[in-house]
């Protein structure tokens, strides 16, 4: 069974920082990029970080840059976000995605496998 187990959420203060894994299970990892994405109440999913399959390349949504790492260990089966100077704005469900093709990141639909998300509440 394939698995993407998304933890690390919780409520942070705005200007804080927090990690979130994603524990991977039923595939090969490493031959996957994965992809993190976020969902706010009433809005659409949005890309957050990309990384590719060995961990050599990085994307970042412009929301993203200079504040979140996307990293991997696959000899774990686990992909890492780690935030920072987060704000209200960031406030939402973050999910990981995992895929084997090639293709625009952020593009909801080229992923196979997806995470059931962790809620992120940045919030005073």
């Known amino acids: 069974e394939v698995q993407l187990q998304a933890s690390g959420g919780g409520l942070v203060q705005p200007g804080g920082s927090l990690t979130l894994s994603c524990l991977a299970s039923g595939f090969s990892f490493d031959d996957y990029s994965l992809g993190w994405f976020r969902q706010a109440p009433g809005k659409e999913r949005e890309g957050v970080s990309y990384i590719t399959r060995q961990g050599h390349t990085t994307f970042y949504s412009k929301f993203a840059e200079g504040r979140f790492t996307s990293s991997r260990d696959n000899a774990k089966n686990t992909a890492y976000l780690q935030m920072s100077s987060l704000n209200a704005e960031d406030t939402a469900r973050y999910y990981c995605?995992?895929?084997?093709?090639?293709?625009?990141?952020?593009?909801?639909?080229?992923?196979?496998?997806w995470g059931q998300g962790t809620l992120v509440t940045v919030s005073s």
């Open positions: 995605a995992a895929r084997f093709r090639t293709g625009v990141w952020s593009v909801v639909n080229t992923y196979d496998y």
